[in-house]
């Protein structure tokens, strides 16, 4: 090592520590007994001669020991750097040497407590130890004829050796056999083939809830991997709508979701979120609303994500129609969320100012029903931290009702009326609505809404019906037409006339006009007051 | 008879060796002859007009480090009274070294001249006032 050393650092010097020094020592002796000589051939004493030589040599014990270290830097490093290697080279020796023997250490260990548990199993098999209920099934020790063994390990209270009849015998059984009594576990079964090697056959807990029960054969064997509570477990039976929660993003993208939530273990909200989202920001909150018994949905759980990430302690399980809100922080505004059956829907991006405020209205036209269609609306809303749920059949949407704002966190619910109580023979009817509203600035926002069509409707609409889904007083006039078909109307200059268009004076209610009933492939479309006079209504409409 | 006093008066406060000139008197010094440490210190006293004294020590750290560096060699030897001492002589890497050393202490000592007399430098003047002083140029 020290050769190599010396070839990064260089050949030190040849001469010994003790050389070098007598050297320097009589190099910087010579030279200060050269002045002195120099100093008494020009008159001075020999005392005042060596004083002034000390004097102008300077201090010879600071130069002797610079000089002893330039000579000797090279043989300095490579002793410091030769050390320092040993003392690694030693420790990891040492290490190694110590990790060596924790693991042999452990290795015997293991083995001792293998053996103890075999012998264990092997004296109860001898014992023959009851074999449950399932009395097909008997411990090893008691083997009959036609019967030859598996061995069954892992989450059962009894694993050893079991006889099983040649014929085989179902997991099930066995697993029961051995102690087992939840409803539902995974295994592995590992099966010996001719050619010497192993198949392995997992069962996932899944498979046996759905009847499928492999067969167990001599020489198996068993592993009962884990099991689910009777709790934890809600079998799928055909014809039994699955469990599912709804998730509702706040503003943080998209609007919502349906999920389905898992039949077997237990459907935590870490769970689900892991598995229907992924990695949450930390700053995200996690809301649960929840319907209680009278109906309503009351808030139930809140939590940050980091806070559900990093604490077990804080997390919940999901439950049918729960309601998952993600909102991106404490303060953040949900706005409302448009329900239905459907997908959950928010009606305003909270974090953009620029949408307009939403109202029972908006909400109709959103979901694409027809006041007059509207079998009931429900609205879950909190009131400081209560739940209250209100509710409104159809024939009390009235103006008032449909044009008020609706408040931050609002859960609607919209039941339309069901297709099978519309009277047969009603035409359908669609809309081009370009719908001004006010946003929470107050400044005019066009909400355009398009394309509303209808199979049928319950009976004969008229104009006035059909864009009660709007506000009328936004509108400057309201035109329709029926295909090609004329039909009077009045004109934007109050002349009825008998054209392929139609206008009706949206600001005068009296306009008979209104009560002009649609038809098939009606299109409808409303345009709008001036940006200043549908701003000075809508501020009206809201003080109001 | 002998005094106690020194034959010289004390030395005026002499400048102190500017940091890393110390190498390329030494250099310069042993240019032409072979020479030990009193040696040294008597021909750089000499040739400064006494203007430059070393505290004498000084030298053999320098010394020990450009032998070290392969700029000189030593070898003991006997000086003119006798006495053993320690002979350093500039190798071929020595004397290359002084050649670079020059060149680099003459701009240096220039510049520092230019700066303390606040005269103009730069390659500019200098040209300039190599242009003046040449008579095929016709310039005063």
């Not at chain 1, 002195?36 to 002797?64: I, K, V």
């Amino acid at each position: 090592m020290r050769a190599v050393l010396r070839l990064i650092l260089g050949d030190p010097d040849g001469r010994s520590p003790r050389e070098i020094s007598r050297d320097v020592e009589d190099e910087l002796s010579s030279h200060v007994a050269m002045i002195e000589d120099e100093l008494m051939r020009e008159g001075l004493d020999t005392e005042a001669a060596r004083a002034e030589a000390r004097r102008r040599f300077g201090d010879p014990d600071r130069y002797r020991r610079e000089c002893r270290d330039i000579a000797l830097w090279e043989r300095l490093m490579l002793q410091r750097i030769s050390f320092a290697l040993m003392l690694v080279i030693t420790l990891a020796l040492g290490l190694a040497a110590w990790q060596s023997w924790a693991s042999q250490r452990r290795t015997t260990e293991a083995v001792d407590r293998l053996s103890k548990q075999i012998e264990l199993l092997a004296s109860r098999s001898a014992a023959g130890v009851a074999a449950g209920s399932e009395g097909a099934v008997a411990p090893a020790g008691a083997r009959r004829e036609s019967e030859s063994s598996v061995f069954v390990a892992g989450a059962v209270p009894r694993p050893g050796p079991y006889n099983v009849p040649t014929a085989g015998l179902s997991l099930r059984r066995l697993a029961v056999a051995s102690g087992f009594s939840g409803p539902v576990f995974e295994a592995r079964i590992e099966r010996p083939k001719a050619d010497g090697q192993k198949e392995t056959i997992n069962v996932a807990a899944a498979e046996l809830v759905a009847g499928t029960d492999p067969l167990i054969r001599a020489g198996d064997l068993v592993y009962i991997l884990h099991y689910f509570s009777a709790a934890e477990v809600q079998p799928n039976d055909a014809g039994r709508p699955e469990p599912r929660a709804y998730l509702v993003y706040a503003s943080i993208g998209g609007s919502g979701r349906e999920i389905v939530l898992p039949t077997t273990g237990r459907a935590t909200l870490t769970r689900v979120l892991s598995k229907e989202i992924g990695q949450l920001p930390e700053r995200v909150v996690v809301e649960i609303r929840r319907l209680d018994k009278a109906d309503r949905l009351v808030p139930v759980f809140s939590a940050t994500a980091q806070a559900l990430g990093s604490d077990p302690l804080v997390d919940i399980e999901v439950q049918p129609e729960d309601r998952i809100i993600l909102l991106e922080n404490s303060q953040a505004e949900l706005s409302c969320v448009l329900w239905g059956g459907e997908r959950p829907k928010l009606l305003w991006d909270a974090s953009s100012a620029e949408d307009p405020i939403p109202t029972l209205r908006s909400a109709l036209a959103e979901r694409g029903v027809l006041p007059c269609l509207v079998e009931e609306v429900t609205i879950d809303r909190l009131v400081g931290s209560e739940a209250r749920k209100v509710e409104y059949r159809g024939h009390q949407l009235s103006d008032a009702v449909l044009d008020e704002p609706l408040r931050n966190r609002d859960f609607i619910k919209i039941t339309p009326l069901a297709a099978d109580t519309w009277p047969p023979g009603v035409s359908a009817a669609s809309f081009t609505i370009e719908a001004p509203a006010l946003n929470r600035l107050g400044q005019p926002s066009t909400n355009q809404l398009v394309g509303y069509a209808f199979g049928r409707l319950p009976r004969q609409v008229t104009i006035r019906e059909a864009v009660a889904s709007l506000s009328p007083r936004a509108f400057r006039s309201i035109s329709w037409r029926n295909g090609t078909r004329s039909q009077l109307a009045v004109t934007e200059d109050g002349e009825a006339a008998a054209v392929e268009r139609w206008f009706v004076d949206a600001t005068n209610l009296e306009d008979p006009a209104w009560d002009t009933l649609i038809t098939g492939e009606t299109v409808i479309h409303a345009s709008s007051l001036s940006p200043e006079a549908h701003a000075k209504y809508l501020k009206h409409r809201l003080v109001r | 008879m002998a005094n106690n006093q020194p034959p010289h008066p004390p030395p005026p406060p002499h400048p102190e060796v500017l940091q890393g000139t110390l190498d390329v008197m030494i250099l310069s010094v042993l240019q032409r002859q072979a020479l030990h440490g009193y040696g040294i210190a008597r021909e750089i006293e000499r040739r400064s007009g006494t203007v430059l004294a070393i505290e004498e020590g000084s030298l053999y750290p320098a010394l020990h480090r450009m032998t070290k560096r392969g700029d000189l060699t030593a070898e003991w030897g006997t000086n003119d009274t006798g006495r053993r001492a320690r002979f350093y002589r500039l190798t071929a890497d020595g004397k290359r070294r002084l050649v670079e050393q020059s060149g680099l202490w003459d701009t240096l000592s220039a510049a520092v001249s230019r700066v303390v007399h606040g005269e103009p430098g730069g390659v500019a003047h200098e040209l300039v006032s190599r242009a003046r002083a040449s008579p095929r140029l016709g310039m005063e």
